[in-house]
């Protein structure tokens, strides 16, 4: 039972121009959410988070909208820059299964120069 | 402030045999997890521990196993290594288990098993 998906396998944009990664979720107890940034072999790297007591929230380039209802997060990258490339990740976690976190399957942006 | 750091950071063994996989979190942080990375299964929760107990389990075999030191360095052991083994194990830190913090993740061990 996958409870964190990532539909979109891949992304590519222009540099300069939004990038938007989009992220679903099944399980309702999920009660907080990040995203990371992983290039291969190394690990994730932290980029923003969200209480699901928000809607939005907004760390220089990046912001993620959360909404409950759909059960549906994404991460806007604004503006996107080649350094962005790399897989992205959404996890989520929940407090009533001790905080682990459950991640999606990744998205591999590329911002073409 | 020094991040997580793992060691070693490659590692090949045979099937059979055993590893054991080392975590030191970042100063402060008491609570260290583990996770395991492959093409197929993506990324997965191993186990947690907090206080030098394990607080929290995934759903991986008995062979999977982990401790915490006093000065909240974790060791994870995987025993009878078999060939899906094979995978990059990542180890998280946070300040405490209690609440929303962010976990922290180190560089990873890319374990081949043959």
């Known amino acids: 039972d996958q409870q964190v998906k990532q539909n979109s396998p891949s992304l590519s944009v222009q540099e300069g121009r939004i990038s938007i990664l989009n992220c679903d979720y099944t399980?309702?107890?999920?009660?907080?959410f990040l995203w990371y940034k992983k290039y291969p072999a190394e690990g994730p790297t932290f980029l923003i988070s969200?209480?699901?007591?928000?809607d939005k929230n907004e760390d220089g380039r990046f912001t993620v909208f959360l909404n409950k209802s759909a059960k549906h997060l994404s991460l806007h990258i604004v503006p996107s820059q080649p350094g962005d490339s790399a897989v992205y990740f959404c996890?989520?976690?929940?407090?009533?299964?001790?905080?682990?976190?459950?991640f999606g399957e990744g998205t591999q942006l590329t911002v073409n120069p | 402030k020094a991040g997580v750091t793992q060691t070693p950071r490659y590692l090949i063994k045979t099937r059979g045999q055993q590893v054991t996989l080392s975590c030191s979190p970042i100063?402060?942080?008491?609570?260290v997890s583990w996770y395991q990375q492959t093409p197929g299964q993506g990324l997965q929760f191993l186990f947690e521990?907090?206080?030098?107990?394990?607080?929290n389990k995934g759903n991986f075999p008995g062979r999977f196993s982990g401790r915490q030191f006093s000065n909240s360095r974790s060791e994870m052991n995987v025993s009878t290594l078999e060939l899906g083994d094979s995978a990059l194990y990542l180890c998280?830190?946070?300040?405490?288990?209690?609440?929303?913090?962010?976990?922290?993740f180190g560089p990873g061990t890319r374990l081949t098993v043959l």
């Open positions: 998280a830190s946070r300040p405490n288990p209690l609440g929303a913090d962010t976990q922290y």
């Open positions: 399980n309702s107890m999920f009660d907080y």
């Open positions: 969200i209480s699901s007591i928000k």
């Open positions: 996890a989520a976690s929940a407090r009533t299964s001790g905080s682990r976190l459950t």
């Open positions: 100063s402060g942080h008491r609570s």
């Open positions: 521990y907090f206080s030098e107990t394990q607080r």
